[in-house]
């Protein structure tokens, strides 16, 4: 038997004779990093980590703990009997029992090498990629992770799934403008060269941009800027916890048309994107969960503790940030899919990244954030580059004003989507 | 066998406290535990790294295998970096009015629904309350002989209130965090602000975008400070050619009497007692008088740029160090809140914060106020909400034309790369000329 499962067992043991029930979640794993700052590798990290999760629950309190030791599981058990003892009781119908699950989600490439070679040689072909255009690096970076999570529970349930991921990124410079790109992805398969091609050829596209005039403009967001600007604020009003805690905008617009018709958005945890699974952070089998259709409001997110304590049902949507965040209501691939068409036949101001996202208001959802990389769509060709400007509004409002998808999607980190076209957005020029 | 030309080990174990309580409902209440060691070697060129979860640093063996590790991971690296000399030494962490680790945690939860509780007024529709504490035993040991050790304890809330009425939906918030020790008794009233707050909001009319005057709160300036001059004085940064600050030493960029400090000496909730490669910490004047004067640095930049300070590399636990601001403010005018509102005359008052971002290669500033005032013949008149602020580092700068007398620093967390550390901004009352505002509203 191998020292996990020891303790495991061991834990399990314990726990079930001072509680009803009990969890654990570990993850361990390996990652290596490589680091560049101008014209070469600067930084070669790597790191072995080990993490454990408890959960315990008691008469419908749960208590939870976490750990960097495995010798320390002991403390960990009764920090998490305490939390149970101090937390509020609640409805609560049981962790989940094992049952088979049939493996849909890619979690993993067999084939994934966790070496700084692998990782040396995509960091030169993001710069070959640079070097096509007149930009510089300003730091780019390869990081390769290799993981294993576990979870198990007082049941009898035990779920292991490996998990791999590479990820590679590239800010580049010229002059005063600058410009980010990146990819991630389960498997080795990143095209390095065209993260570097697309981050130098973005900022060196910027330079002499113009200013624009204060003015409504159809847009196009890019699925980074539409990723950026729409997930929080989304995600966030689709937890069934904010909607029953009354901090959903959304809370009140089930079965109700929302959003523009052209607009389906759904969680896919089989989709091939970053956050695929075939379990959730609780044990509960996965599924596709249908948040909007043609526009209409159909579902919210539930986990179990949310689901148990509002007669509801876990729609298998909790996720864990890591071994020391307890589970939470999230998503696994956030999906916008609908129709696709060229969004970018007619004219209208492209924005590729916009600065300060994260300052939209998280309940309302209005925001303004200045544009990052922003260029006029003319005759469905690229042309003139912005300088500077706001864009004003607001997360639902343009969630109404989708009037096309584009043809590709793209991984954003959990998020899987197109361009977005949209119409006649607020922005502010000089 | 070849050997680093430097090498340095830091620990960082604890534990950490967060208690959660939603509508009435105590969600968490838990403690958990953590030990973090990052070793760093550094080779013929570059940095070679190895970090581990509870790792033994007095293990020799543990030690010379991550020693190993490292410095082959070293072999990776092509650019030829070099370590400024730096000062080591320690400055006492402040003592503690209440050991937050000797109150009970029924105790802390009972205070913590009580500051809840003192939100629920009429037409709030969800109270939340959250607490943190986390204390961490930090532990720096070097090739030059370092080894030096602290214990510290950061703890603090967050209380926010959301009011709902025909669909529209707001919230206000109030924080504050110490390394003074609990602060968790007699907050009542700021639960009471918060919620008082949400409720106005929703009679708050949308601010009218574009270019205009305006004030800047203390709060909201030392987010100014912080994103604006702060980011773009980091040495990585200026190291990579990506800030408009490069090779600006001595360069005039705002009126005199502007001065912008990053002081991680400071005993305020970005303090440390010495930096994360153990550094003496020490007060950096970024800008000094309207002009350029120093860059934020770590031994590594410091060799490769200059013109700075070294005591400002920090890291979250078993991450490695960059540079980092810690407490970063406006130092303090002459002119008092009522010259500056009449110098004003008409513009908007922008108060409080929901964090800002920054693009320092490109010189480009974004952050959010909670909230605001119109000013209308140098009074305060009607409140607005999600009013913005954006523009241009450099001429941005310029425009300040007045600063108050009333500094006072907020606490709050910064990221960057990926990781989050603990800093405070602050600044008094600033008045801006023609700054470019964000918001909805129509004329």
Redesign the interface.
């Known amino acids: 038997m191998s020292e996990e499962r020891a303790l495991i067992e061991e834990l399990l043991g314990e726990a079930s004779r001072l509680a009803d029930e009990a969890e654990v979640f570990i993850i361990s794993g390996e990652s290596l990093s ?1 680091v ?16 454990m999760g408890i959960r315990v629950i008691r008469q419908g309190r ?11 599981w002991k ?2 058990l009764i ?2 009997l ?2 149970s003892r ?3 009781p ?1 409805n609560w119908g049981g962790l989940p029992s094992p049952i088979h699950i049939e493996p849909r989600a890619e979690t993993a490439d067999p084939a994934f090498i966790l070496s ?1 070679l692998t ?2 040689r995509l960091l030169r072909e993001v710069g070959k990629g640079v070097a096509r255009h007149r930009s ?1 690096i ?2 780019a970076s390869v990081e390769l992770e290799e993981s294993t999570v576990t979870l198990a529970n007082t049941h009898g349930l035990e779920y292991t799934a490996p998990h791999t991921a590479a990820t590679v990124s590239c ?1 580049t ?1 010229v002059e ?3 410009a980010f790109e990146f990819d991630q992805s389960v498997h080795l398969d990143l095209d390095a060269a065209r993260v570097g091609e697309k981050a130098s050829f973005l900022a060196e596209y910027s330079l002499n941009a113009v200013e624009i005039p ?1 003015g409504n403009y159809d847009v196009v967001l890019s699925p980074i800027a539409a990723s950026h600007l729409l997930g929080g604020v989304l995600v966030g009003a689709l937890s069934g916890k904010n909607v029953h ?3 959903s ?1 959304l809370a ?1 617009l089930m079965g109700k048309e929302c959003m523009s018709p052209l607009l389906d958005i759904y969680d896919d945890p089989f989709a091939k994107g970053m956050g695929s699974t075939d379990w959730d952070a609780e044990g509960v089998p996965t599924k596709r969960l249908d948040f909007v259709c043609d526009g209409v409001l159909g579902a919210f997110a539930y986990d179990l503790r949310t689901a148990y304590r509002y007669g509801e049902e876990s729609t298998g949507s909790a996720v864990r940030a890591g071994h ?1 965040v ?1 589970p939470v209501i999230g998503v696994h691939n956030l999906v916008f899919d609908g129709e696709r068409s060229d969004v970018k036949e007619e004219r209208a101001l492209y924005v590729h990244d916009v ?10 959802g ?5 544009l ?1 990389k922003a260029f006029w769509i003319e005759d469905g060709e690229s042309g003139t580059p912005v300088r ?1 400007g ?1 864009l ?3 997360v639902f409002d343009l969630l109404k004003s989708v009037e096309g998808l584009g043809k590709e999607s793209r991984v954003v980190g959990n998020a899987i989507l197109p361009e977005l076209r949209l119409s006649s957005q ?1 922005i ?1 020029g000089i | 066998m070849a050997e680093p030309r430097y090498y340095d080990i830091r620990q960082v174990r604890g534990s ?1 406290t967060q208690i959660d309580i ?15 060691t990052i070793l760093r070697a550094l080779g013929d ?10 790792f033994d640093p007095d293990s020799a063996g543990a030690r010379r295998d991550a020693l190993e ?2 410095f082959s ?7 030829h ?1 070099e370590l400024a000399p730096a000062e080591h030494g320690m400055l006492d962490v402040p003592a503690m009015k209440e050991d937050p680790g000797d109150v009970h ?2 105790e802390k ?1 009972s205070l913590l629904a009580s500051l809840e509780k003192a939100a629920r007024i009429d037409g709030i ?2 109270t ?1 309350a959250s607490y943190i504490e986390r204390t961490e035993h930090v532990r720096i040991i070097s090739s030059e002989g370092l080894d030096s050790e602290y214990r510290m304890t950061r703890c603090g809330f967050t209380i926010s209130a ?1 009011a ?1 009425r025909n ?5 206000g918030r109030e924080s504050r965090h110490s390394i003074l020790g609990f602060n968790l008794r007699h907050q009542e009233e700021l639960g009471l602000k918060a919620a008082e707050r949400a409720v106005a909001l929703l009679d708050a009319r949308e601010a009218k ?2 270019r205009t005057r305006v004030i800047l709160d203390p709060e909201l300036a030392g987010v100014f400070a912080h994103e604006a001059v702060g980011h773009a004085s980091e040495g ?1 940064l200026v ?4 800030s ?1 600050l490069a090779g600006r030493i001595g360069e005039r960029i705002g009126v005199k009497e502007l001065t912008i400090v990053d002081d991680p000496s400071q005993k305020e909730f970005g303090f440390e007692p010495m930096d994360a490669e153990g550094s003496r910490v020490k007060r950096t004047e970024i800008i000094s008088r309207g002009r350029v004067n120093a860059y934020l640095h770590s031994r590594e930049t410091a060799a490769a740029v200059g013109g700075g300070d070294i005591g400002h590399a920090r890291g979250m636990p ?1 991450e ?1 160090p960059l540079v980092r601001m810690s407490n970063t403010f406006v130092e303090k005018g002459d002119s008092n809140l009522d010259e500056i509102l009449e110098a004003c005359g008409e513009g908007i008052l922008l108060k409080g914060s ?6 320092p ?8 106020a909670e909230y605001g005032f119109a000013i209308e013949k140098g009074e305060m008149g009607c409140l607005l ?4 602020l ?3 580092i450099l001429r941005t700068l310029h425009q300040i034309v007045l600063i108050g007398k009333d500094l006072e620093l907020h606490q709050g967390y910064c990221g960057k790369g990926g990781q989050t550390v603990p800093v405070s901004d602050g600044s008094p009352h600033l008045l801006l000329e023609d700054a ?1 505002v ?3 509203g129509a004329d």
Request: hydrophobic letters at 35%; aromatic letters at 6%; glycine letters at 16%.
């Open positions: 490589l560049q700052k101008g014209e070469s590798c600067e930084t070669a990290e790597a790191s072995c980590t080990w993490g749960i208590g939870a703990s976490s750990t960097g030791d495995p010798k320390r403390d960990c920090a998490a305490e939390s101090l937390s509020s609640q700084p990782a040396a510089r300003a730091e800010e410079i005063n403008s600058t204060t805690a009354g901090r905008a009140s020391a307890a600065v300060g996202a994260h300052t939209a208001n998280p309940l309302s209005d925001l303004s954030v200045e990052s500077s706001m004003v509004g607001n607020r502010i | 950490v939603d509508n009435g409902i105590v969600e968490r209440g838990d403690s958990s535990f953590f030990d973090e060129r570059g940095w070679g790294i190895f970090c581990a979860d509870a590790k490292a991971l070293a072999g990776y690296t092509g650019e970096l945690l029924d939860i529709v969800n939340r959301v709902r669909g529209l939906i707001q919230m975008g574009g990585d190291k990579e050619g990506n408009v078993g490695p929901r964090g800002g971002q920054v693009d290669g490109r010189g480009f500033f974004q952050f959010n909400r999600d009013v913005s954006s523009g241009e470019f964000g918001g909805k």
